[in-house]
């Protein structure tokens, strides 16, 4: 049974910092392409940065918070990462990950493989 496990999100300050983790177990990690997405009430689930499967380097970030996070992966934890820096609160969502593939440059997400979402809340 393929499981994703976030972790790290919580109420935060304007311009501090988070960590979310993902923990993919039940099937071969380094194979997939993975994905953090965000998504508010009443709006759709917006990609938020992806990462090439493997040991690629190779990433993408929505414009909103491009300079501000980024995506990582280590392949030995089973596990990918978002560093997410400056916030704002326009950041606040509930953040998901996502494990999925590329088609030509562009994510796609597979629809049964997404963790359970972490709640990340920018407020002062």
């Known amino acids: 049974q393929v499981q994703l496990v976030e972790s790290g999100g919580g109420l935060v300050q304007p311009g501090g910092s988070l960590r979310l983790s993902c923990v993919v177990s039940?099937?071969?990690?380094?194979?997939?392409?993975m994905g953090w997405y965000r998504q508010t009430p009443g709006k759709q689930r917006e990609l938020v940065a992806d990462?090439?499967?493997?040991?690629?380097?190779?990433?993408n970030y929505a414009d909103s918070v491009k300079g501000r996070f980024a995506i990582s992966r280590d392949n030995a934890k089973n596990t990918v990462y978002l560093q997410m820096s400056s916030l704002k609160p326009e950041d606040t969502a509930v953040y998901y990950c996502?494990?999925?593939?590329?088609?030509?440059?562009?994510?796609?997400?597979?629809?049964?493989?997404w963790g359970q979402g972490t709640q990340v809340t920018v407020s002062s």
């Open positions: 996502n494990a999925g593939k590329y088609r030509g440059s562009a994510y796609y997400p597979y629809h049964d493989m």
């Open positions: 039940g099937t071969i990690f380094s194979t997939y392409a």
């Open positions: 990462i090439i499967s493997g040991g690629g380097s190779r990433t």
